[in-house]
């Protein structure tokens, strides 16, 4: 529970910390119970589309929904996308990079990445079948962050700990934590339409190759990596859904 609840408390604004204190250790555990925490961003985005939409048109509620999960999160995986592109645009090699990424300061690829990649969720979504939204939303989120939380059991960390943002080296999963996040991934998908269930394979597919590009560039990932992994994944598995439809 510990670490469940670090895991909340470093994946969401939400007030987790007024439930009670975490040890430290369990902070470098959260990656292994991300999944979960996409029970809360995902869950809230399903939640907010479904409700808006008896009020307004697709668009206006698509658009809800992805102000929902920005908001809880503090558009923390959208932080890490913006210094991931803005590393990998400008640094010409590992050093490079990675003082670009942990400069705070967002720069022209940062920019132009978030912008062209919100126009696409934005428009991949709209596309969708109404009733197929929802679970979308959930599915997409917690399955992919579950994906994704495996790059700390397949690449070492870039940084050492000093230099980490967090302040924290995440430890990789024992057994037990994998099968935990994979029940936090896969739950979910009871909801998932089986029409629709190719997508799933997107993500696993996007995840694999930029782990040997994130091997390949810097020998090892960062946080801002973890974020920009989990959304270019949940992209490829809105526009897998996209193609489907």
């Given at each position: 529970m510990n670490n469940?609840?670090?895991?909340?408390?470093?994946?969401?604004?939400?007030?987790?910390w007024k439930i009670k204190t975490v040890p430290e250790e369990s902070f470098k555990h959260v990656v292994s119970y991300w999944s979960f925490s996409g029970w809360i961003t995902g869950g809230?985005?399903?939640?907010v589309f479904w409700g808006a939409s008896h009020?307004?048109?697709?668009?206006?509620?698509?658009?809800?929904?992805?102000?929902?999960?920005?908001?809880?999160?503090?558009?923390?995986?959208?932080?890490?996308f913006a210094d991931f592109f803005d590393g990998m645009g400008g640094g010409r090699d590992k050093t490079g990079i990675l003082r670009i990424m942990k400069?705070?300061?967002?720069g022209s690829y940062g920019v132009l990445a978030l912008i062209l990649y919100y126009l696409t969720v934005y428009?991949?979504?709209?596309?969708?079948?109404?009733?197929?939204?929802?679970?979308?939303l959930l599915c997409g989120d917690?399955?992919?962050?579950?994906?994704c939380g495996h790059i700390i059991n397949l690449l070492p960390y870039a940084r050492n700990e000093a230099e980490s943002k967090a302040k924290v080296v995440y430890s990789g999963m024992s057994i037990k934590e994998k099968l935990i996040s994979?029940?936090?991934g896969i739950i979910p998908l009871y909801f998932f339409p089986l029409e629709y269930v190719w997508a799933l394979i997107t993500p696993v597919a996007i995840f694999m190759f930029l782990i040997l590009y994130l091997k390949k560039k810097i020998g090892g990932y960062t946080g801002d990596c973890c974020g920009a992994v989990f959304l270019l994944s949940e992209l490829?598995?809105?526009?897998?859904?996209a193609a489907l439809t």
């Amino acid at each position: 529970m510990n670490n469940i609840l670090a895991a909340l408390m470093f994946f969401t604004r939400l007030p987790f910390w007024k439930i009670k204190t975490v040890p430290e250790e369990s902070f470098k555990h959260v990656v292994s119970y991300w999944s979960f925490s996409g029970w809360i961003t995902g869950g809230a985005m399903a939640l907010v589309f479904w409700g808006a939409s008896h009020l307004f048109n697709i668009e206006i509620s698509v658009i809800l929904a992805l102000i929902s999960r920005i908001m809880i999160t503090g558009a923390l995986h959208e932080d890490g996308f913006a210094d991931f592109f803005d590393g990998m645009g400008g640094g010409r090699d590992k050093t490079g990079i990675l003082r670009i990424m942990k400069d705070s300061h967002i720069g022209s690829y940062g920019v132009l990445a978030l912008i062209l990649y919100y126009l696409t969720v934005y428009s991949v979504l709209s596309s969708l079948p109404k009733e197929v939204i929802p679970a979308t939303l959930l599915c997409g989120d917690t399955f992919c962050k579950f994906v994704c939380g495996h790059i700390i059991n397949l690449l070492p960390y870039a940084r050492n700990e000093a230099e980490s943002k967090a302040k924290v080296v995440y430890s990789g999963m024992s057994i037990k934590e994998k099968l935990i996040s994979l029940a936090g991934g896969i739950i979910p998908l009871y909801f998932f339409p089986l029409e629709y269930v190719w997508a799933l394979i997107t993500p696993v597919a996007i995840f694999m190759f930029l782990i040997l590009y994130l091997k390949k560039k810097i020998g090892g990932y960062t946080g801002d990596c973890c974020g920009a992994v989990f959304l270019l994944s949940e992209l490829g598995f809105l526009l897998t859904m996209a193609a489907l439809t």
